[in-house]
């Protein structure tokens, strides 16, 4: 069994700061892919931050230069540093991944359980 365990959420003022972290355990072979999303009450979720195995990084335009998403990938961790907060940011945060278990798996998409970050104004 695979899971993902967030950490980090919290009440914050605008302006300030908050630094998600993401474990994953369990059966896990490989990774590739590992991203961010978030959901506000009433709209849908939608994707914050991804980081691929390589590096690479992708970004909502709406957090774009204040949210960096990094990886450890001897940790199977990975994090969103989030700056310059702002209300509208106000959602709950789920990491997700593509995980597979054996390397004869396909990668299948496993998500966190959520935690809240609330940005007060």
């Known amino acids: 069994q695979v899971q993902l365990v967030e950490s980090g959420g919290g009440l914050v003022q605008a302006g300030g700061s908050l630094r998600l972290s993401c474990a994953a355990s369990g059966s896990i072979f490989s990774i590739n892919t590992m991203g961010w999303y978030r959901q506000a009450p009433g709209k849908q979720r939608e994707l914050v931050a991804g980081i691929s195995t390589g590096g690479m990084t992708n970004y909502a335009d709406s957090v774009k230069d204040r949210f960096t998403i990094s990886r450890d990938n001897t940790k199977n961790t990975w994090y969103l540093q989030m700056n310059s907060l702002k209300p509208e940011d106000t959602a709950v945060y789920y990491c997700?991944?593509?995980?597979?278990?054996?390397?004869?798996?396909?990668?299948?998409?496993?998500w966190g359980q959520g935690t809240q970050v609330t940005v007060s104004s």
């Open positions: 997700n991944a593509g995980i597979s278990e054996t390397w004869w798996s396909s990668f299948r998409d496993y």
